[in-house]
């Protein structure tokens, strides 16, 4: 049975060396980063962060592209006809060939759309047409054709409709770059504490097997001089052992959460192969004066996602102006400008529109009534408008579980600041117990039993109080990203392309 427990203890030594030389190779050359690093590395390399900011780009050239619709469009036609008259019979009873034409006609024009939703068509005709034995003639016009409708696409068309909503739209993509840079900072800060918290973790349990290793190493002396019993050695060992197989376990835990955090830093994985991130921040305890009101009007005011909710029923509302403009009957008014020149050639043509002796206009209104009551606008009107209620609604019940969140973040911090003194003073009393009960080891009053019972609370005592400060310092994070208040509370501003 000896030989066995020697067994075990020794493949458990080798676990322990196994577990930190892998670690030791995969992290040979130590990084150190602070927090505020940390941000900025995951600004410039996050792949979530990288993947929104290209959304508020996208959304900038659909505007762009919607501004199109008021670009002139331009037209030019150039066409050539020939006619000639079928052979006729004269009077004698022989073959006569008829009379031919050419004609050339060219035809240019400017056509496009006002904001105003006025449609204009500038344009022209230049004809001439010469046959045979007849001097050519030749027929200008030039004229201006207006459009402007009163009614359905007066104060709102599908064009402005279009530009409008891609302005919102841009808006929200760039709100949502705001809650992901945000999330992400958050996801950042709460990694960083944790790979805190693991590298800590490894170094109670280092120093607890350190302590448990003197113990036995004293057990052994004592056993060995007679002044104590063979079971309290056996007791140390066992403790040795634990305290072994639970710093492997830590050790993995750590080797974890620094991958964690170098995946929310890394947008190249193989370029962090071989560095270990050491975190140059202390978990300390910064005092906050917590009011729950107060949260609740930062949140209400700065969430990125509330803004964005309020921002959709405005597109929403932009939308339901057209689809109600649109119920309406189509009145234009409508008119038209010309002068025309005609002469034995193009330039006399052209001659007789640029003195402009020859003008002609039009002018008057036409309507276009549906007459079944226009069913698709209204029935479309009137659905928009339920949704555009629906968003309302969701927009309430999004403020309320945004102050639930703040609520819940402020009495978790509340809370976890409470603990953070409790651990504290646990820890100190541990460390004074084990202090005072090693004395009595050394002096034959007390045994191994009770020392390894003592190892044990005190290291349980300083791991609840590292957990305690890494989840304060996490609930600060997470009642900021509530509040929408992460970059302000960071130091950090945003800029868009």
């Not at 009007?297 to 689809?323: C, F, H, M, T, W």
């Amino acid at each position: 049975m000896c030989s066995a427990r020697v067994r075990s203890r020794l493949f458990t030594l080798l676990l322990v060396w196994a577990a930190g030389a892998s670690y030791g190779q995969t992290n040979k050359v130590e990084r150190p980063l602070s927090l505020s690093q940390c941000f900025r590395i995951a600004l410039d390399h996050n792949f979530d962060v990288k993947i929104a900011r290209l959304n508020p780009e996208i959304q900038q050239h659909n505007l762009n592209a919607t501004y199109g619709a008021y670009e002139p469009i331009s037209a030019f036609a150039a066409t050539r006809a020939f006619s000639a008259a079928p052979v006729a019979l004269n009077t004698l009873g022989e073959p006569v060939t008829g009379p031919t034409s050419y004609g050339d006609s060219f035809t240019p024009g400017v056509t496009g759309l006002l904001p105003s939703g006025m449609s204009y068509n500038l344009g022209g005709n230049l004809a001439g047409v010469s046959e045979t034995g007849m001097p050519e003639n030749v027929n200008a016009v030039t004229s201006l054709q207006l459009t402007q409708p009163l009614l359905r696409n007066s104060w709102i068309d599908s064009p402005r409709e279009t530009i409008q909503v891609n302005k919102k739209l841009l808006k929200i993509s760039k709100l949502a770059v705001t809650l992901q840079i945000m999330t992400t900072l958050t996801s950042v800060e709460q990694a960083y504490y944790n790979l805190i918290v693991a590298q800590e973790q490894v170094k109670v349990y280092e120093q607890a097997t350190q302590l448990a290793q003197r113990l036995v190493n004293e057990s052994k002396l004592r056993v060995a001089a007679g002044s104590q019993a063979t079971m309290d050695e056996k007791e140390a060992e066992s403790q040795l052992a634990r305290s072994q197989a639970t710093l492997i376990g830590f050790q993995g835990f750590l080797l974890t959460q620094d991958y964690t955090l170098k995946n929310l830093l890394s947008d190249k994985l193989s370029e962090w192969d071989g560095v270990q991130i050491k975190p140059t921040e202390n978990l300390i305890v910064v005092t906050s004066n917590f009011d729950v009101h107060l949260s609740w009007g930062r949140g209400l005011s700065q969430r990125p996602d509330l803004l964005q909710a309020r921002e959709n029923i405005e597109r929403q509302g932009i939308v339901l102006k057209y689809l109600k403009n649109q119920i309406y009957p189509e009145l234009d008014l409508v008119g038209s400008y010309a002068f025309t020149g005609t002469g034995a050639g193009y330039n006399e043509a052209l001659d007789g529109i640029q003195k402009a002796n020859s003008p002609s206009w039009t002018f008057g209104a036409q309507l276009t009534l549906p007459l079944g009551g226009n069913r698709t606008a209204r029935e479309t009107y009137l659905s928009n408008k339920s949704q555009k209620e629906q968003l309302v609604v969701q927009l309430k019940q999004l403020e309320q579980n945004i102050m639930v969140q703040i609520a819940v973040s402020v009495e978790q911090a509340q809370t976890l600041f409470a603990q953070v003194d409790a651990t504290r003073q646990s820890r100190v009393f541990a460390e004074a117990a084990l202090e005072a009960e090693q004395k009595k080891l050394d002096h034959g009053r007390s045994t191994s039993f009770v020392v390894v019972q003592l190892q044990r609370d005190l290291t349980t005592a300083r791991l609840a109080e590292i957990a305690a400060v890494s989840q304060y310092n996490q609930a600060l994070a997470q009642l900021a990203l509530n509040e929408g208040t992460t970059l302000e509370r960071d130091n950090l501003s945003l800029e868009f392309k």
